[in-house]
């Protein structure tokens, strides 16, 4: 048996574009979205651990082979694709990346489908962001940002940036203030994200949650895991969907 023979699979399409995905569990809904180099073995554990915390997890493959672990080869084999395709934004600041568009709308899809209060959403490294972008739709009430790590933080321009255009900014600055809360892990050391979590609170004040780790980790809830980390994500889950 492999990892996700006892994940269901199955396809989403938005404004012309499918990926496919892979769903598991009862409960409220929850889109984890797997890093760099895609749905690697440790991010397929940590969904079965929101699996059986209560929730219906969707896993969207964005890019990788399902089930391959991680390795440097491997990740170097996926990233130069990811800088070159028109669903990611890696380097410019004040743009939100295409692959938001379908990410709500998969959000959208899975709130109508099982009701309740939303869902959540959570990103890892290359993805961290993208559950931010998500916040914008109203289905999603669970943002949780692993490690954010886009725009590449090649300057302190793109080290602050939120990988969001100004009106999607706003959109979640207003949904913050209504008391949309966000949750945010990195380890202090990892350059990978920058100086986005001060933006963040720059942005958004105590709406955002920040768990921080000492050490110069990267991958706080897989290769890197924390078990806080995990427990305050399932923890959040459980307050904003069961609550």
């Known amino acids: 048996m492999t990892l996700l023979d006892s ?33 690697t073995p440790e991010v397929i554990a940590f969904a079965e651990e929101v699996v059986d915390a209560g929730f219906t997890v969707v896993l969207p493959h964005l ?16 990233l130069p694709k990811l800088c070159v395709s028109r669903e ?8 939100t990346s295409p692959i938001a568009v379908w990410l709500r709308s998969l959000a959208r899809s899975l709130h109508g489908e099982l009701g309740g209060p ?9 993805t961290g962001g993208f559950a931010l972008a998500m916040m914008v739709d109203t289905s999603v009430v669970a943002p949780v ?9 090649v300057g302190r321009r793109r080290a602050a940036d939120l990988n969001l255009s100004p009106a999607d900014l706003a959109d ?22 920058g100086t986005r979590f001060d933006t ?27 078990q806080e980390g995990v427990d305050r994500v399932l923890a959040f889950f459980d307050e904003k969907l069961h609550g």
């Open 88 to 95: 990611f934004t890696t380097m410019a600041t004040g743009k």
């Open 172 to 193: 979640v600055r207003a949904r913050a203030a209504g008391g949309c809360q966000v949750l945010g892990l990195r380890y202090r050391g990892d350059v990978a994200v």
């Open 63 to 78: 890019f990788g082979t399902p089930e391959r672990p991680m390795s440097p080869a491997y990740v170097g084999k996926v």
């Open 118 to 126: 939303g869902v959540g959403a959570l990103g890892m490294c290359f």
């Open 7 to 39: 994940w269901t699979q199955s396809s989403h399409t938005a404004d012309g574009v499918t990926h496919p995905t892979y769903r598991k569990g009862t409960g409220p809904g929850v889109v984890v979205i797997h890093e760099i180099p895609g749905l």
């Open 200 to 226: 963040l609170t720059e942005e958004i004040g105590d709406a955002f949650i920040r768990v921080e780790f000492s050490g110069k980790g990267h991958s706080t809830l897989t290769e890197h895991r924390q």
């Open 145 to 153: 940002l692993a490690q954010p790590s886009l725009p590449f933080p």
